[in-house]
């Protein structure tokens, strides 16, 4: 034991050493900012198929020049000169569905041994890009434009045939149409 004391005794810390004293970084170092801009995070939906995020972590959404209960042209695709209503919009990746318009078959398994299975026709979502503005009085596509009414209101317009599209009534409707179809399916389920 006295062997012990007296190796510890031995061993004392000076204030020079490098035990016991704090790290303070140097002062002189400058910092270095990042000349790359802040990196995209990507989050995984599917296998095949990537989401961009935000720092935060939040799907990037893209703006697009249609809106939900807007009536449309298909311009591009198999399904080029169909008429149709959106339904639906996906605003991470600018793509919509439109009521009768790219119908694709669905075979759906059996849940229980009574239910049989069955085949269905679901409509899936087309990129907003093949998709233009129709016009039902004048039946003519037409990019879509902005402006502000004498009351301050700023609204969306047909640019061919200056018919406004955004009015209060539409949009009812299509919220409405919107309820009745989840409610139908959630009744069917």
Known sequence: MAALQ?????????????FGQRFSPPLSLPLVKSTEGPCLITAKL????????????LPVLHKMHVRLGDTVKVISG????KIGEITEIIKHNSKVVVKEVNLKTKHVKSRSEEEPGQIVKIEA??????????SKEQKVTSRVGHKTLDNGK??????????????????KKAVKEKGKTTEAVAAAS
């Open 125 to 134: 979502p087309i990129h907003s890009s093949n998709v233009m503005l129709y």
């Open 78 to 81: 198999h399904d080029k000169g």
């Open 46 to 57: 599917k296998r095949w198929e990537r989401k961009e995020c935000k720092p935060n972590s």
């Open 154 to 171: 700023r609204v969306r317009y047909l640019i061919k045939t200056g018919e406004i599209i955004d009015s209060a009534e539409n949009w």
């Open 6 to 18: 007296s190796s510890f005794t031995g061993l004392s810390i000076s204030s020079t050493s490098f």
